[in-house]
């Protein structure tokens, strides 16, 4: 196992349990109590986990904190694929389609750079690198200008003004953290703004956002529940968020992982 899938799997561990201890994780990868605290220092470097002596527990951020792209694309890099990989079929040749920044939205880009005739506009750095480096020569890549957040989004007045002169078929947005009572939510003030006119330029909103995003509040807002056209979630999602969203949302799609591998997704509209 590459220390990237480890550190991941660790990861995954702390948010599902709260807390790890170095011997049971050295025991459970085979490796050494030095790698795995290697592991510990490099996530809790990211501000992914905070140590504590013979392990590590959950971090605490603020509504505020905003992790770095590299830092959220360690995080369920599993459930971020299987998202990436339905929502792709909602794709249609020829379609003016916008991607947020996120490293929900950048797995999806990597979908679509076989897809024909696609107009793609994105606040994204990553994801127009990935449409730069293997799309299409019939593809079309707009980049708004703006100011650079940590998580790679360029956003800000310069972004907004470019964005709302547009017309598109459908915005792909990832978010910080979804709640019944905030609704999608960024820690970025100027980031919620670009997004915002990202929806009011798209004819279709679809949010993509895997399950750790539930219950997580954001410094900002960037709309209600109900001004989603489709959410898609991995099955992994709590009871409570399924019966919020299947209620708010015109349609939840929870993709879920079949016997054999594939991805599976079950519909629910509202």
Not at 25 to 49: C, K, N, P, W, Y
Not at 52 to 80: I, L, M, W
């Amino acid at each position: 196992m590459l220390a990237r899938q480890r550190q991941a799997a660790i990861l995954e561990r702390v948010r599902a349990t709260g807390g790890v201890r170095v011997s049971e994780l050295a025991a459970e990868f085979g490796v050494s109590d030095m790698t795995i605290r290697r592991d510990l220092d490099a996530l809790a470097a990211q501000g992914l986990l905070a140590k504590v002596h013979g392990g590590a527990t959950v971090a605490d951020p603020s509504a505020a904190d905003e992790p770095g792209f590299d830092a959220k694309s360690v995080r369920q890099p599993a459930e971020k694929a299987l998202i990436a990989a339905h929502t792709a079929r909602l794709v249609r040749p020829g379609a003016a389609v916008a991607l947020s920044a996120g490293t929900t939205t950048a797995a999806l880009a990597r979908r679509l750079v076989d897809v024909p005739g696609l107009t793609v506009v994105t606040n994204s750095l990553p994801v127009a690198e990935v449409f730069h480096t293997a799309g299409r020569s019939d593809q079309a890549v707009i980049l708004t200008g703006g100011v650079r957040t940590p998580s790679d989004a360029l956003v800000g007045p310069l972004a907004v003004a470019a964005i709302r002169s547009l017309h598109l078929d459908v915005l792909f947005l990832g978010v910080h953290g979804i709640s019944e009572r905030a609704g999608f939510t960024t820690p970025n003030l100027m980031e919620a703004e670009t997004n915002q006119a990202l929806m009011a330029s798209a004819d279709r909103l679809v949010v993509l956002a895997d399950h750790t995003k539930w219950g997580l509040v954001g410094l900002c807002s960037i709309g209600e529940l109900g001004c989603a056209d489709v959410v898609v979630v991995d099955d992994r999602l709590p009871e409570e968020g399924r019966r919020v969203l299947s209620e708010q949302v015109a349609e939840l799609i929870v993709v879920e992982r079949s016997t054999d591998g594939r991805a599976a997704a079950e519909g629910t509209p509202a």
